[in-house]
């Protein structure tokens, strides 16, 4: 093992700076204006939950979690997501009352890195879940927040797709022979390699029926007309008719625009069991965030009750954020020792007019010319008296 420098960081974490901290910092307040005025109250869960409960019912790989060892020998995890603790506290104490909760959150989550690839170890969440509603609304309210968070981000070149879990896994099962053929296709597809899926196809040596469905399937549900075209690749399923009426409330509201439907859409997220989407902006080559409906995490807790929502990464948001155009005014008070109070007084009147102001003994600086710098407007009081 190599020695550990002085100023080495853990593999995948990261230093904020300020810029960014408040640029990061907008975005929250935005995402709290948004998510409390559609109804969603804000809840926080521990940074630690024991692996036997969040650990294992979380989708995020096993090789993927902080693991800690408390002192009496429970094994802990560092938060992976928000969905899972969420629910964890939804199940034992919200819903003791069987009304449909709506819960909003901003936090931080980890999940180790193997290598250094530029991935963060720890990145910030915020996003909402609708839990104990099984019904297609709650769905579109999701989607119709999730629509309107970019907007008020100021976010215009922006696309959610839409899929659904349940479709298509029922797809793959029906057009394959073995359930490891299933999730190498699965897998595959979350990966959006869609050359080795047929490549895949085509080596399994499958009946040419189904081979031959599920190329023309992938070719098919990635350039959707209409959700109907999907029927003839499934039988009756209930997961087709719950994604029309989705498509019919969303037309209903005028966001088709900000909307598409891809069935081959699949998550590592092995959670949802029915509609999930992924958001995508101009300007990142990677998702803002995911959603969908995950019914089936609420059975690991012992609760029959519908659960939807969807997270946004703030690291990934400021990839896509609009410039500030007006930039606030920060000035500088550079006083001598005698003119502390004097300093103090100014300062107070120029918050009280929006500025922000900062305070500076002149006998405290090292490199005067360096620091005035930072500042759009410098005041020197000893100056000032001077004139």
Known sequence: MSSIKKFEK?????????????????????????????????????????????????????????????????TLVLRPDMTTPITRVATSKLLKEKIPLRLAYSANVFRAQQMEGGRPAEFGQMGIE??????????????????????????????????????????LDDYTDHDYQREILRNLLVERNYVGFEEAVHEFDLPATKANALLEFINEATNLSSIEDMEKYVRKNDGIEYMKQLSKLIDAYDLSQYVSFDFTLSSHMSYYTGMLFEIFASGSGFPLGNGGRYDGLLHLFGSDVGATGFSIRIDRLLEVLPKEEVEEETVCILFDDEDFIKALDLASTLREQGARVTVQSKKGLMNKEAFTKLFSRVVDLSQEEAQ
Not at 57 to 65: E, G, K, R, T, V
């Open 130 to 171: 609708i839990i104990g509603d099984k019904t297609v609304f709650a769905d579109a309210e999701v989607i119709i927040t999730a629509v309107q968070l970019m907007k008020e981000l100021g976010i215009e070149s922006f696309k959610l797709t839409i899929g659904h879990a349940g479709v298509l896994h029922d797809i």
């Open 10 to 74: 853990p593999l995948g974490m990261r230093d904020t700076f300020p810029r960014i901290y408040e640029k990061m910092e907008r975005a929250r307040q935005i995402g709290r204006q948004v998510f409390r005025s559609r109804g969603f109250d804000f809840i926080e869960t521990p940074t630690l939950e024991y692996y036997d409960t969040v650990g294992k019912a979380s989708a995020i790989s096993d090789s993927f979690l902080f693991k800690l060892v408390d002192s009496q020998g429970n």
